[in-house]
């Protein structure tokens, strides 16, 4: 069964940093495109990071630009996101988004970062 799941995620303390992993089994990501996005409390979810199915071109939202990198290794099957020095306002559920140009796609079921002293 083609399925994606995120990991990495848990409590950290203000200027922090996390590396959430999406790793993905039935299928492989070379040709996928791959999005993280998250869902603050009370908010919409958003999109924080984009990556080509090459993995050679990167795009992240304003609000995480120079803190957060998106990454992929193509051998272990996974895309990371690398976050540093993190806010409270980070706090939200994080997760993966998978998507072929034919139209098969895939949503992680989260993981969850917490920012508090």
């Known amino acids: 069964q083609a399925q994606i799941v995120e990991s990495g995620g848990g409590l950290v303390q203000p200027g922090g940093s996390l590396r959430l992993s999406c790793t993905a089994s039935?299928?492989?990501?070379?040709?996928?495109?791959v999005s993280w996005w998250r869902q603050r409390p009370g908010k919409e979810r958003e999109m924080v990071a984009r990556?080509?199915?090459?993995?050679?071109?990167?795009i992240h939202a304003d609000s995480v630009q120079g803190r957060f990198a998106a990454s992929k290794d193509d051998a272990k099957n996974i895309v990371n996101l690398q976050m540093n020095n993190l806010k409270a306002e980070d706090t939200a559920v994080y997760y993966c988004?998978?998507?072929?140009?034919?139209?098969?796609?895939?949503w992680g079921q989260g993981t969850q970062v917490t920012v508090s002293s």
């Open positions: 988004y998978a998507e072929s140009s034919d139209g098969r796609n895939y």
């Open positions: 039935g299928f492989t990501l070379t040709r996928y495109l």
């Open positions: 990556l080509s199915a090459s993995g050679d071109v990167a």
